[in-house]
Structures are given as C-alpha cells and as structure tokens.
C-alpha cells in the first residue's frame, strides 16, 4: 500500500518558489518563483535580486530616497527571473504555470502573459490594493490567465528514511 501524507503537487512547488525566495539578498522583501510545466516538471526558477553582472555590494537596496539611490529601478523580480532563467531550448513556457510567493506586479504580469503561461498561484497578495496589482488582475481577467491563491494544507508530513 503506498505510503498517505506526501506533500501535493501545490505544496511542492511552492516549497520550491518559498526555498528559491531565500537566495535574494534584500533586506525587505524576498520573493521566489518557480514555473512548472503541464506535467509538472520544473522549468525554471527565479528570485529578486540585481541583474546579473551587477555588483550586489554597490547596488542600492534601500526603499526610500532618490529613485536612483533605491533598488526599485534595478532589481529583476522573481517571475520575471524565472521566465529569463528559463533554457527550454526550442521549448516554451506555453501553457506552463508559475508559483510565485507574492502577486506579481504588473510588469511580471506583462512578461507572464507574453511568455505563454497559463496560471499563476500565488502564496500572498500583501498589495493587493495597489494600482500595479490592481492592473495586473485587470490584464490577467482580460486574456483569461487563471490566478488564485495558494491554500496551506491541514496535515503535518513527515519524512520515514
């Protein structure tokens, strides 16, 4: 009889995007992604953090000040990460889903829609009442990407070696 308890496909994966969220090296917010495939592979990963090549000890990360001295302008986020991470080949991320640890804005929106997922599942909406996320559930509405919310589950699992 095989073994009950084993984490869900949801579970998995946002494991995954909440592991990936612990390599970003700002000191507010720390945001994974990882995008699977229809048959539940993992395609690829990201998290926030400064584009590659640039220096994370001269970059700014602070949140307040000159948009120039704050990491707004710099940091790539997590699903748009993930979408440029992504070395499929001659594949595509085509009817592919995202979890992703918090709602994407609406620039990751744009990318997501462009590259061809389908869904996106999300572990918080703590902006939810922002114009970037408000846009962003506009435009997912309009071509018809699914979004909902992560759901914890009720068990406590445990590992038998």
């Given at each position: 009889m095989k073994r009950e308890g084993y984490l869900s496909w949801d579970a998995y994966f946002m494991g995954v995007a909440l592991?990936?969220?612990?390599?970003?090296?700002?000191?507010?917010?720390?945001v994974g992604s990882c995008i699977v495939s229809q048959d539940n592979k993992i395609l690829s990963m990201g998290y926030n953090g400064m584009p590659t090549g640039c220096n994370d000890d001269r970059m700014p990360w602070d949140r307040i000040g000159d948009p120039l001295n704050t990491k707004y302008l710099y940091v790539c986020h997590?699903?748009?990460?993930?979408?440029?991470?992504?070395?499929?080949?001659?594949?595509?991320?085509?009817?592919?889903?995202?979890?992703?640890?918090?709602?994407?804005?609406?620039?990751c929106t744009k990318a997501i829609?462009?590259?061809?997922?389908?869904?996106?599942?999300?572990?918080?909406?703590?902006?939810?009442?922002?114009?970037?996320?408000?846009?962003?559930?506009r435009m997912f509405d309009m071509v018809g990407i699914r979004y909902r919310q992560y759901q914890l589950e009720d068990k406590t699992l445990t590992l038998t070696l």
């Open positions: 592991l990936s969220a612990e390599r970003s090296k700002d000191n507010n917010t720390q997590a699903e748009l990460n993930a979408i440029l991470n992504y070395s499929g080949g001659s594949g595509s991320l085509k009817g592919a889903r995202i979890y992703t640890t918090l709602f994407p804005c609406n620039e829609i462009q590259s061809g997922i389908r869904e996106v599942i999300y572990y918080s909406d703590k902006y939810a009442d922002s114009d970037s996320t408000i846009a962003a559930k």
